[in-house]
């Protein structure tokens, strides 16, 4: 009977032991699935495209840098600015300091859109943009077609499309410009104000109502041909976010086709850039142009803007067409 009992109380033992194992197994296996499960989660696309601008949200340096909270375009709920971002802003060029910001925002917001844009992403999403530039690289690179077949096509300041359809294609969906660079837009193309004063909302609110802005620094269009119900205005928060995190406020103020990639970055998806840097000799001109004049410096931080693109390319981020 001793024998029995003894016998029995080892059987027992060792069932709680293999008990205990099991337990302990099945615990870390549940917690391993659990993890496995939750940084699937975690790394689930943010859109549909075969790559994503979001994806993947573990390279610190794209985090330090884009915030996905700043917001890219102006409406009167986000229109009050912080007086750092006020008085930024009004130093970049010369402004009419006694104009009331305040009535010019209740101005622009009388006659234009004042609503949320591009505020649709999620996994289901792909939005696919070419942002094209000016270069003269564009010359002969027959990138038309490509260009074209992207959702959305924002191209720069005067760069035409007649007579040049080959390289750069026809669709323009976005324009971007100020007054000193304006040109007359058909119905379907969003005008894409970058103010870079107060003088230029008060030239686009004159260009569609009394004409009356014929001059800023230089002389501009009084008026413009454009769908009133598809302009944007840029926000000048964006511009000094622009500044101050990508550009680490390297030169005076960053110029537009780097506000625009960044631009880019935060309404897309997927980001294809075309016709920016030097040709293939060297040279920095339009496409456009009948001389090759060199266009390279001003009071931009033009070398830490192209070393920050090519890092964007690294990164896969963006994907840059040289034309050559």
């Not at 069932?15 to 549940?30: E, G, N, R």
């Amino acid at each position: 009977m001793t024998v029995f009992n003894h016998l029995e109380r080892h059987y027992v033992g060792l069932f709680l032991s293999a008990m205990i194992i099991y337990f302990l197994v099945y615990t870390q296996t549940s917690i391993v699935l659990f993890s496995v499960r939750s940084e699937n989660v975690f790394l689930e696309s943010s859109c549909s495209c075969k790559t994503c601008v979001m994806d993947p949200m573990d390279d610190d340096w794209f985090v330090y840098r884009y915030n996905p909270s700043v917001s890219p375009l102006l409406n009167r709920k986000n229109s009050e600015l912080p007086q750092d971002t006020y008085n930024w802003w009004l130093g970049l060029q010369r402004s009419s300091l006694n104009v009331s910001y305040t009535k010019v925002m209740d101005q622009l917001f009388s006659l234009f859109p004042d609503e949320e844009h591009y505020s649709d992403g999620g996994p289901d999403r792909c939005r696919t943009c070419a942002v094209v530039g000016n270069s003269g690289n564009l010359v002969g690179s027959h990138y038309g077609g490509l260009i074209d077949f992207h959702d959305v096509v924002i191209r720069i300041n005067k760069g035409p499309t007649k007579g040049y359809e080959k390289d750069v294609g026809s669709k323009t969906t976005h324009r971007i410009l100020y007054p000193e660079s304006a040109v007359d837009l058909d119905n379907s193309t969003h005008l894409v104000l970058f103010p870079f004063k107060i003088l230029d909302m008060q030239w686009l609110i004159s260009s569609f109502t009394t004409g009356h802005i014929t001059r800023t620094y230089m002389p501009v269009r009084p008026t413009i041909n454009a769908n009133i119900d598809k302009v944007m205005i840029l926000h000048p928060g964006f511009i000094k976010y622009v500044y101050d995190s990508w550009l680490h406020r390297r030169g005076r103020y960053p110029s537009t086709g780097f506000i625009t990639l960044i631009f880019a970055l935060h309404i897309c998806d997927e980001v294809n850039i075309f016709g920016f840097g030097a040709s293939s000799d060297g040279t920095w001109h339009h496409y456009f142009d009948k001389t090759k004049m060199n266009y390279k410096g001003g009071p931009h931080g033009g070398d830490h803007e192209n070393k920050t693109m090519h890092e964007l390319l690294q990164r896969n981020k963006i994907s840059l067409y040289k034309g050559y």
